[in-house]
């Protein structure tokens, strides 16, 4: 997490008060200290450490729980056997009784996978280290963009999802006000939104989700404003290809192919500018022109002899500038 989204996070973090349910015997504690202030004032925060079987993903969680394996979390695998346990605790709230579950994940899906794969890959004496808090969903949310936004491993996709449901049920469909309690530009959040809205056959041409880029969606904006029917037809034929990959059929179509693809089925595949070549042949070099509007560009190698060079420039000239 850079600095600043790091500051934000602290920031969100500071009026919430820890939940100060008793814990039940035999968990473990931990303590330690987070800045409160820049007066140097600190508070002990107590941590759990629990089985993670005890946590459960919070449904708006903007991490896709089923997406995660062993390959993309190894590095954090790697990091809590090397570390000897988790370093970080994960952000939890207190459910009701009844839920199957004690608490429920606002920020740290990773790590609850790292540790349960950990467990069941004869590691068992590692615990899922947690910190409890009493947080209202818009708090939930923001605290889990902030901690996520700078990471790699959590697609733009997810995240624009994530903004799209959290505009309606937090904010009002308000923009505005989103951006703002986010501390991000409208702009920003807007391009987000964007790439949330795509049609369905576009999402699905994409390799996996994981790839589809806020970038993308701006280069797809305008081939959807001028020819969506044509484009989303194409979408369709690609994500035909896509799901036979998946299902272990062939290869997937790379995103720069989709790209090209989706442009070719907006605009049609554009002729190479035409050649002329002057004072050349099979054997001889030559000048080539290449005409694009009112500007004409020519090409000839740098060891073209003199003589030879003057011919094809002369007879160039007597085409394209004869009186």
């Given at each position: 997490?850079?600095?600043?989204?790091?500051?934000?996070?602290?920031?969100?973090?500071?009026?919430?008060?820890?939940?100060?349910?008793?814990e039940?015997?035999?968990?473990?504690?931990?303590?330690?200290?987070?800045?409160?202030?820049?007066?140097?004032?600190?508070?002990?925060?107590?941590?759990?450490?629990?089985?993670?079987?005890?946590?459960?993903?919070?449904?708006?969680?903007?991490?896709?729980?089923?997406?995660?394996?062993?390959?993309?979390?190894?590095?954090?695998?790697?990091s809590?056997?090397?570390?000897?346990?988790?370093?970080?605790?994960?952000?939890?709230?207190?459910?009701?009784?009844?839920?199957?579950?004690?608490?429920?994940?606002v920020?740290?899906?990773?790590?609850?996978?790292?540790?349960?794969?950990?467990?069941?890959?004869?590691?068992?004496?590692?615990?899922?280290?947690?910190?409890?808090?009493?947080?209202?969903?818009?708090?939930?949310?923001?605290?889990?963009?902030?901690?996520?936004?700078?990471?790699?491993?959590?697609?733009?996709?997810?995240?624009?999802?994530?903004?799209q449901?959290?505009?309606?049920?937090?904010?009002?469909?308000?923009?505005k006000?989103?951006?703002?309690?986010?501390?991000?530009?409208?702009?920003?959040?807007?391009?987000?939104?964007?790439?949330?809205?795509?049609?369905?056959?576009?999402?699905?041409?994409?390799?996996?989700?994981?790839?589809?880029?806020?970038?993308?969606?701006?280069?797809l904006?305008?081939?959807?404003?001028?020819?969506?029917?044509k484009?989303?037809?194409?979408?369709?034929?690609?994500?035909?290809?896509?799901?036979?990959?998946?299902?272990?059929?062939?290869?997937?179509?790379?995103?720069?192919?989709?790209?090209?693809?989706?442009?070719?089925?907006?605009?049609?595949?554009?002729?190479?500018?035409?050649?002329?070549?002057?004072?050349?042949g099979a054997?001889?070099?030559?000048v080539?022109?290449?005409?694009?509007?009112?500007?004409?560009?020519?090409?000839?190698?740098?060891?073209?002899?003199?003589?030879?060079?003057?011919?094809?420039?002369?007879?160039?000239i007597?085409?394209?500038?004869?009186?």
């Amino acid at each position: 997490m850079s600095k600043r989204h790091d500051a934000i996070f602290n920031d969100v973090l500071k009026d919430i008060p820890e939940a100060a349910a008793p814990e039940k015997s035999g968990t473990r504690f931990l303590k330690r200290s987070n800045a409160l202030s820049e007066s140097g004032e600190r508070e002990e925060k107590l941590l759990r450490w629990v089985e993670p079987e005890r946590c459960a993903m919070w449904s708006r969680h903007n991490r896709a729980y089923d997406l995660l394996t062993e390959d993309n979390c190894r590095d954090l695998i790697d990091s809590i056997k090397a570390q000897g346990q988790q370093e970080f605790p994960a952000i939890v709230r207190r459910l009701p009784a009844g839920q199957g579950a004690e608490y429920e994940v606002v920020c740290g899906a990773r790590r609850h996978f790292a540790i349960t794969w950990l467990r069941a890959n004869n590691y068992p004496q590692f615990r899922y280290l947690i910190e409890v808090r009493d947080l209202s969903d818009e708090e939930a949310f923001r605290l889990a963009d902030i901690e996520n936004r700078d990471r790699a491993d959590l697609s733009d996709y997810e995240r624009a999802r994530d903004y799209q449901q959290a505009l309606e049920l937090y904010y009002g469909g308000k923009q505005k006000a989103m951006a703002a309690r986010l501390e991000v530009s409208e702009a920003w959040l807007s391009r987000y939104l964007y790439l949330a809205r795509l049609p369905a056959p576009v999402v699905q041409a994409w390799p996996q989700i994981t790839d589809l880029k806020e970038l993308h969606a701006r280069s797809l904006r305008p081939l959807l404003n001028d020819a969506e029917d044509k484009v989303l037809a194409e979408a369709d034929a690609i994500a035909a290809g896509q799901a036979s990959a998946r299902s272990g059929q062939g290869d997937f179509i790379p995103v720069p192919k989709v790209l090209a693809r989706l442009k070719a089925a907006a605009y049609g595949v554009r002729p190479a500018p035409a050649r002329t070549l002057f004072g050349g042949g099979a054997k001889r070099a030559g000048v080539a022109m290449q005409r694009k509007g009112d500007k004409i560009r020519l090409e000839f190698s740098s060891n073209i002899p003199v003589a030879d060079l003057r011919k094809a420039l002369d007879a160039f000239i007597a085409q394209e500038f004869a009186e």
